[in-house]
């Protein structure tokens, strides 16, 4: 997994995280299923990388 890519993965993941429980803290629903969709993407993107690895060997 490049390097790059891991940290942007994360970065959405941490991001989406964030938001969403600062959304469900204020009872802003808008912005808990924001940071839920935010996170699945930075689930996604590593998934991706995890996938470009394994097939590298």
Known sequence: M???EKAKAKGEQVKGTVKK???RAVG???KTAEGRAEKSK???R???EKAKDA???
């Open 2 to 4: 490049s390097a790059n």
């Open 21 to 23: 429980e600062a959304g």
């Open 28 to 30: 802003n629903e808008s």
């Open 42 to 44: 930075g689930d996604l």
């Open 46 to 48: 590593e998934a991706k």
């Open 55 to 57: 097939f590298k060997d």
